[in-house]
Structures are given as C-alpha cells and as structure tokens.
C-alpha cells in the first residue's frame, strides 16, 4: 500500500486515464471495474471511504420486492442477477443469504393472494427455492419476536445481506492492488478540462486525467457547479434513518414489515445485533445537515413494533442519503433509478443507483468516458478466494475466526500477521464485540484509515457497541 504522502506525489504528477470522485460504493466499483480494464485510475474521496451512505445503508443484497408492485421488473432481475454474482463469486465472504419472513396481518395494507403471488414471482426471478406461505409456528420459529396478534398469514423469500462499509473497502483495495492511487481525505475545489484540483492535508494538488467520473452521491450537483457555476439542481435527496437494538442473536430470519402500498421497512439480524429500518422522508437541506432525530427514532421503533415485540434496548442510530432523480411526487414512490450526465468540461455524473447493483453501474460508467469491450463477468475481490483453506496464524475461538472471515475473508491471517510478534494485538477493539486490536493496525497500514471512527465505524463492527 502506497503511503500517503506517496499517494499524493502520485496525483501530482502521473496522468491518468481516469479520475474518480467519490469512495462510497458505486465510486470504489467504478474504480475496481477501470483497473480491470487496464485503465490508469485515481479515486479520492472528501471524507473516508464509505463515509456516507455506503456504510449507511439498510446492509441488503436483494432484488427489492416491492419493485415488483411498482413494475420495475427489469431493475429486479438485474439486481437478483447481481446477488447471485456477489454471494457466489464477487464477495461470499461479506455476502451472505437470508431468509425474509413477510408476515400480512387482519388490517394489513395488502391482501394476502396478492403477496403470495408477488413472492412466488420474485422467487422465480431469483432463482430461489424458498417461498411461498409458512405455518405460524415456523414463522416463530424463525423469528421468536414476531408479533402474532391479528397475524392472518406469512410469507418467506430470500434475500441477502452484507457489511456495506466492508463491500466499499474491499473494491477500493482492489483497485489500489491493480495500481490507483487511491486518497481519502482529498477534496476536488475546481473541475476542468485537464481534470481537476484537489486540496489535500490543506495542500492543493492539480490532477491531470483524460476523464473524470463524478460519484460523489448526495454532493453530486456540488461537484457539478465546480465544473458549470450554471448548472440547475437535478436530484433529490431522501433521508433513511436506522436504529439498533439489542437482538437478533436467535433469529433465522429478517422480517418485511409493509405500512402502505409501497412502504416496507425491515428487521434484520445483523453482526450480532437487531437493525431496524428505514425512513424514506424528502431532506431539502444540504447533505451535511442531515440528522437523526428523536422523532425519526420513535417512528422506526413504532414501525418495528407492527410487526416485532420487545425490542431491545437503542444502541445507536444513523442516517444516509439516497440520491432520487429530481420531479415531484413522494420519494418511497420515486424510482431508484441510474442517471448518467455528461457537463461542459466533459466530468461524467452518476446519480442513483442501488449498492446490490454497483457493479453494473460502474461498468454503465465507464461506457459513458468511452470504454469499449467491457468484459462484465463477476470478479473476485480481495480476500474472496481461498475460503476453505485457510491457515491461522494464532489461536482464536471459533465465533471470532468466523467474524474475522466474514470481514476480511482470506486476508483474515495477513490481519493476524503481527500478532505473532505482538500477543497484545489479539485483545480486544472494544468491549463487547469480536474486533480485534490487530484489526485497527490493519486498518491503519493497509486500508487508508486515519481516524478512530474510521476504525470502529468503516473497517471494524466496534461501533455497534455503542461507542462511536
């Protein structure tokens, strides 16, 4: 891994192919995807990699059930398509399958045929087995919490789901293992024709590409104005608030939980906690400004509660950003939708887009900068590979060499390396959770991080013990 004041020598004087702003997910696919064609790539972010909703997000791989009432069949055989990419051969280590229980209850907003037949389809697009109606008592079996009061029926689907800040990391480390430079922290103040300038450690850096990708999600019409001080609003923001809770250790399933025709929110299992979510309300603010308030809090705990009893205690909460097309109408109602738009200095904006089809998105992109012949067949990231012969290089017990597995895959030893020399690494993150000390060096040489937070929040699961 290039150091970073290595990484900015770079930036200042190689000329690139490619320039991509923006780490979140859909940016750090684009530049896994441009290294994998040969390109010369620099990816630089304003804040962390992941540092917004790409580590924000509801942590689903899935086709989007309710697409299917919307009629947007094409986006769900798209996105069961990727999923199967993905849990198979991209990421199965970070990828992982999850039943859903859809549970339809008397004053329901759906008839139960109705979501039957939606789930026998969705099941077909998916190439799935499980679905179709389950019993009660195996509903409960699968999730013990689930709320049988006024309960006519259930339905159960596959789906799957992931650590969306890892998924980040692990294409940005792919990458940088094909040659980018790659630089968080690093600002883009000016787009032209040359490329851009970039501030980074206070220092500016001109950096010269033949294209420029902007993927910076929530701040997108902010870089388009750097390029065309003319440009007009073209997106919508919606906010997405989660919480988590206490729960989950004995659940099988995750749960659907439908409030209107469109609406679902959800409560699913996840590294070792319950996360509960999410809003879908219009934010007019700037990103930066958005917040999570206490009456986005008690509107997913009651959202929660139609379908699952004693929550647990609130652990931590957190928001994101989708990026809508602009035009009227509720966002939950608005397609997810990709655009490409192409400014006066020739920058490339992407807008929309959903984390399960990242990689078709980046390839969509750099089809837009002109790149031909794309080879679309699904890659292994880091770590993918290699699964089932992994040597240890200390002694762990079994549930922290799982998580460690789910995290980092076969990279999970070269983590470990250091621990050899120094036993203190094998302690703890933060109590309570699996994360190791060696995991935040790893962290630190390896994987860009420069803050705490960045630590416990982006490349470790410390902030689900509520410290961060």
């Given amino acids: 891994m290039t150091d970073r004041s290595g990484a900015v020598e770079q930036l200042a004087t190689r000329r690139f192919d490619l320039l991509v702003v923006g780490g979140g997910i859909i940016g750090a696919g684009i530049a896994e995807v441009a290294t994998a064609h040969g390109l010369d790539v620099a990816l630089v972010d304003r804040g962390d990699f992941a540092g917004a909703t790409s580590s924000a997000s509801s942590k689903l791989v899935h086709g989007g059930l309710r697409y299917l009432q919307m009629g947007d069949v094409r986006l769900v055989r798209e996105a069961h398509q990727e999923r199967r990419a993905l849990m198979s051969v991209v990421a199965p280590h970070l990828v992982r399958r999850l039943p859903f229980l859809f549970p339809l209850y008397d004053d329901g907003p759906h008839r139960p045929w109705f979501v039957r037949t939606g789930v026998l389809l969705y099941s077909a697009i998916a190439r799935a087995k499980l679905n179709g109606r389950v019993s009660e008592k195996r509903a409960l079996r699968l999730v013990p919490q689930l709320e049988t009061e006024g309960l006519h029926s259930s339905a159960l689907y596959a789906d799957a789901w992931t650590n969306d800040g890892r998924l980040t990391i692990a294409n940005v480390r792919a990458a940088a293992d094909r040659g980018a430079v790659v ?65 989950g250790t ?86 997810r939708e990709t655009v490409f738009t192409t400014g006066p200095a020739g920058m490339v904006s992407v807008a929309g887009g959903k984390l399960t089809t990242y990689r078709r998105i ?92 960045d630590i416990l929040r982006r490349r470790t699961t410390g902030w689900l013990a509520g410290l961060s």
Avoid: M
Avoid at 188 to 193: E, K, Q, S, Y
Avoid at 202 to 212: N, Q, Y
Avoid at 313 to 324: C, E, K, N, Y
């Fill in 183 to 247: 630089l968080n922290y690093a600002e883009v103040t000016a787009v032209h024709g040359e490329g851009a300038d970039v501030v980074v450690d206070g220092e500016p850096v001109r950096v010269t590409a033949r294209s420029v990708i902007n993927a910076t999600g929530p701040w997108l019409d902010h870089l388009r104005r750097l390029e065309d001080d003319t440009a007009q609003p073209s997106i919508r923001l919606s906010k997405g608030v989660h919480v988590v809770v206490d729960g």
């Fill in 362 to 453: 980046a390839l969509d992109a750099l089809e837009q900068v002109g790149v031909r012949n794309l080879d679309r067949a699904p890659r292994p990231l880091p770590g993918a590979t290699g699964l089932d012969a992994i040597s240890w290089p200390v002694e762990l017990d079994p549930g922290t060499r799982r998580h460690l597995l789910h995290l980092y895959g076969s990279l999970a030893p070269e983590v470990l390396a250091p621990a050899l020399a120094d036993p203190s690494l094998l302690e703890p993150l933060v109590p309570g959770r699996p994360d190791l000390q060696a995991q935040a060096l790893y962290a630190r040489t390896h994987e860009w991080a420069c803050t705490d937070e």
């Fill in 250 to 335: 004995d659940w099988s399933a995750a749960v659907t939980i439908p409030h209107d025709k469109v609406r679902v929110s959800f409560a699913i299992p996840w590294e070792g906690k319950l996360l509960l979510g999410t809003t879908d309300t219009l934010h007019e603010g700037e990103p930066d400004d958005a917040r999570v308030t206490d009456e986005d809090v008690r509107t997913v705990l009651d959202e929660a509660a139609v379908a699952v009893h004693s929550i647990g205690d609130v652990l931590t909460s957190f928001w994101g950003l989708r990026v809508l097309p602009g035009g009227p109408g509720a966002t939950a109602s608005a397609r």
